[in-house]
């Protein structure tokens, strides 16, 4: 027991709301366990049984255990923890790993485990440790593709002690299954990722002269009064004929698909919502039956939605836009921030929290297939899910009946989750969503008993309309936008020229052929590429601004070249065309700026591609980058 509170002790000292959950909390699948003779143990769930750990040979046991991972495995998820037997051989084998995330569905068993290692200080000799103990398979998915997600891990290994494959093979199979479905969509997202960086920053400058009102007066304006977020989920059907009574009892605020789906049932909320970068986007504002109602977006929404929608807009920025930020600043412009998250009805949920609604009501919010269907009826698209169920994940919806769902929706769910209470003291939250996944801390409340208990607030169209007509740009706005983009475009200008230094040096070593008698001469000259970076950094705007917007890439870059052999030739090369493909993207990056730069000083300003004097093979000098004029609204 000396153990266990040891490890409790450390525990507590390193996340307090894991150590109570592991002190206090209730099995979510419980077993029976019995202790042998020989200090091994019988586990019996229902009609299973078998030993934790092998009666014969443990070190055996371990080899087998991670026969499949990837000798240069960055991330290992590891199921059941067993006694702990297998964290020397990971230390030992595993040169690359930088994070084990431990999953252990029974309370018990990781209690046991507590009681036979020294955690901290087996932890202590890997980088970065996570446990998922005691969660649903749903929860545990959810944070484990998160962590994918989050990071650039380029080797990953999911692995399963043998009692844990007997005991839990249900819970081990769907995890199994939907990490290894998570890590192929991540691998094809890769690409996808790096367009984003420059769809996100064309769509942030683009957007940043359109006509628009300052979202803070109407923010100011929710605080202690009610507000209904609209989504498109499949129970939306349900709902639509009270949407229409409410009337003047909330703020409606449709997000994303919902506002076709409203307009096409004759719906009229109050303001609509939507965020995504895509040009898919427009589909959603297109050849809608009225326009009056004003429209709330994010300064990265796909630039010609503000371009092209006629009704009253309100601006407001992404939490992570650092490029709005910056020229905002510049202006001394003071601007709204939100977090942005997953999808448009996060993004809202997030601004009427800080906004202080008095109760934020959800409806449409299903984040399941509710009758086998994504969408409410008028959606562009709407993906059904027959002959699908397999790939899916079964669950509960709010009146416990069985229903399907998915990770990307469990996301969604958790994100909710994990803020509502930091604004439980200040807001109601209330799902009044007809079916679908429940939301941890809110009342599940029918529409119409909702209905009954809110009273009328004032007219919230006239006010909402006085706040659009009272609004007046500053006269000298467009003076210090034009002030802010020179400013910006003087520190790219440096970045452009320290990296055309970098090309130059660079290209005197692309075209030599290596072999053993030379590459330790050119090892010793490559070594001075750095300095072309510690110069870069130098300049704020390199350090604060492009290092981030271009992480994406860069991570990418090195994913594609990255050589752990022991080959010098090989090893020199890697890291030759890592730098190489750096400054390549550094010069794409800096000739888009530019033209985006000039673009927003002067409409008028065409490009039809980009020449971009660029390093590419021993055979090419050109690099030529084509970027569609902006003008321009298809892909």
Request: proline content about 3%.
């Amino acid at each position: 027991m000396r153990k266990l509170e040891k490890n409790y002790r450390y525990l507590k000292n390193l996340n307090a709301d894991f150590y109570n959950a592991v002190r206090n909390g209730q099995e979510q699948y419980p077993i029976e366990i019995e202790k042998t003779e020989d200090d091994n143990y019988i586990i019996i769930k229902d009609d299973k049984k078998c030993f934790l750990n092998s009666i014969y040979d443990v070190d055996r046991e371990n080899e087998m255990m991670f026969k499949g991972v990837p000798v240069d495995a960055n991330l290992i998820v590891i199921m059941g923890v067993g006694k702990g037997a297998y964290f020397e051989y990971l230390i030992e084998n595993f040169e690359n790993l930088e994070r084990v995330i431990l999953v252990e569905p029974n309370l018990r068993l990781f209690k046991n485990f507590l009681e036979h290692v020294d955690l901290e200080k087996k932890l202590r000799k890997i980088n970065k440790f996570d446990f998922i103990v005691n969660s649903t398979l749903e929860n545990a998915i959810s944070s484990i593709i998160n962590a994918l997600e989050k990071s650039a891990y380029t080797s990953v290994g999911i692995v399963h002690t043998f009692s844990t494959r007997v005991i839990f093979d249900d819970y081990y199979s769907k995890l199994s299954q939907m990490m290894a479905g998570a890590l192929e969509t991540l691998k094809s997202s890769y690409r996808v990722s790096s367009d984003n960086v420059y769809k996100l920053i064309m769509n942030s400058m683009l957007n940043i002269k359109q006509d628009n009102v300052p979202i803070k007066p109407l923010f100011d304006e929710f605080g202690g009064k009610p507000a209904i977020l609209v989504s498109a989920g499949p129970s939306l059907n349900e709902n639509m004929k009270y949407l229409k009574e409410i009337n003047d009892k909330a703020f409606i605020i449709a997000c994303g698909s919902a506002i076709r789906i409203l307009d096409k049932n004759g719906v009229k909320p109050h303001l609509r919502a939507v965020f995504s970068p895509h040009w898919e986007e427009m589909g959603v504002i297109d050849d809608l039956a009225d326009y009056s109602i004003p429209l709330i977006y994010t300064d990265s929404v796909y630039f010609p939605v503000v371009r092209e929608y006629a009704g009253p807009k309100f601006k407001m920025i992404g939490s992570g836009n650092l490029l709005s930020d910056y020229i905002y600043k510049l202006m001394g412009e003071e601007q709204t921030v939100v977090d942005i998250e997953l999808t448009i009805a996060n993004v809202v949920f997030d601004m009427l929290c800080r906004a202080g609604v008095s109760e934020l009501i959800f409806i449409g919010q299903d984040m399941a297939f509710t009758n086998k269907r994504r969408y409410s009826d008028g959606a562009n698209l709407d993906h059904g899910i027959e002959g699908m169920e397999d790939a899916l994940i079964k669950n509960k919806d709010i009146y416990g009946d069985d229903i399907y769902t998915m990770p990307a929706f469990l996301r969604i769910k958790e994100a909710f989750e994990r803020k509502i209470p930091h604004y439980m003291g200040q807001t109601i939250f209330t799902n009044c969503t007809a079916r679908g996944l429940g939301i941890k801390d809110t009342e599940v409340v029918p529409i119409d008993t909702k209905l009954n208990m809110l009273d009328e607030i004032y007219d919230i169209d006239m006010k909402i309309n006085d706040i659009i007509e009272s609004y007046e740009q500053k006269s000298d706005y467009l003076d210090k936008l034009k002030e802010a983009l020179d400013e910006m475009k003087t520190k790219i200008q440096q970045i452009y020229e320290i990296n055309e230094e970098r090309a130059d040096f660079l290209k005197e070593l692309v075209v030599v052929d290596l072999d053993i008698q030379n590459v330790a001469d050119f090892i010793k000259e490559f070594e001075e590429v750095h300095k072309f970076e510690e110069r870069l950094k130098e300049i704020d705007y390199y350090k604060n601004l492009t290092e981030s917007q271009l992480d994406v890439i860069f991570k990418s870059i090195i994913r594609s070249f990255q050589y752990e052999g022991k080959d010098v030739i090989k090893q020199y090369e890697a890291g030759l065309n890592m730098i190489v493909r750096v400054t390549l993207e550094l010069q794409k990056y800096c000739a888009m700026m530019f033209y985006l730069i000039e673009k927003v000083k002067d409409p008028s300003y065409q490009v039809e591609g980009l020449k971009i004097e660029g390093l590419g093979s021993k055979n090419k000098g050109l690099e030529i980058v084509e970027i569609g004029d902006p003008g321009d609204d298809e892909e």
